[in-house]
C-alpha cells in the first residue's frame, strides 16, 4: 500500500491539473474562485513535496495528464469537478492525519479543512464526516449563498448547478482514490 503522504501528494498533483481544466471552463467570480484554489493546491503540493524531502524519500513527479472522472464540457461540469477534485482531497488527507508525526498530522488536518470548505464554497452542501466514503451531502443554502452574476449576460444563476437551484442534483459520489489515479498518453 502506497504511503498517504504520497497519496497525498499524488492527489494534489492530479487537483492542481483538474483546476487547469477548471479555470479554462469558467469565467468571471467563477474563474478567480479556480485560480485562487489552484493556488492554493500548488502551495499544498509544494508543502507535501518539501515533507517527503524531509523524510530522505523522492517525491513523485506529476503526471502529464489526467483522466478526468466525466467529461467537462461547460461551467456546470467544471464545478461538479472542483466538487468531486476537493472531496476526494479531504478523503487522502483523513488518511494522512494517522501519520507518526504530529506535524504531518497538522498539516493533514488543516489541508482537510480547507478542501472541506472549499468544496462547500462550490456547492453549499453539508456532509456529515466529510471525506468518509458512502456520504451524501445535503444542500444547505444561506441566503444568497451559491449565486453568482453570470459576467456575459448579467443573469444571476446558481453557480454549483445548472440555475434551478437544486444542487442534490450535482453530488457524486466519492471514490477514496485520487482524482486522477491514472496518467493518460498524451495523444
Sequence with gaps: MADPLAKALAAEHAAVYAYGVIGAKTTGKLRARATTSFDAHRAR???????????????????????????????????????????????????????ADAAVRRVAALAAQESATRAYGWQPA?????????????????????????????????EATDGTGDTSATTETIDPTPIASEPVAAQ
Design 45 to 99: 503540493r509544494d508543502q507535501l513535496r518539501a515533507l517527503i524531502n524531509q523524510r530522505g524519500v523522492e517525491p513523485a513527479e506529476p503526471a502529464p495528464t489526467y483522466r478526468l472522472p466525466f467529461e467537462v464540457t461547460t461551467s456546470s461540469d467544471a464545478v461538479r469537478l472542483a466538487v468531486v477534485v476537493e472531496q476526494r482531497l479531504v478523503t487522502a488527507y483523513l488518511e494522512l492525519a494517522a501519520d
Design 126 to 158: 453539508v456532509t456529515a464526516f466529510p471525506g468518509m466514503p458512502g456520504q451524501t451531502a445535503s444542500p444547505a443554502q444561506p441566503d444568497g449563498a451559491g449565486e453568482e452574476t453570470d459576467d456575459t449576460t448579467g443573469d444571476t444563476t446558481d
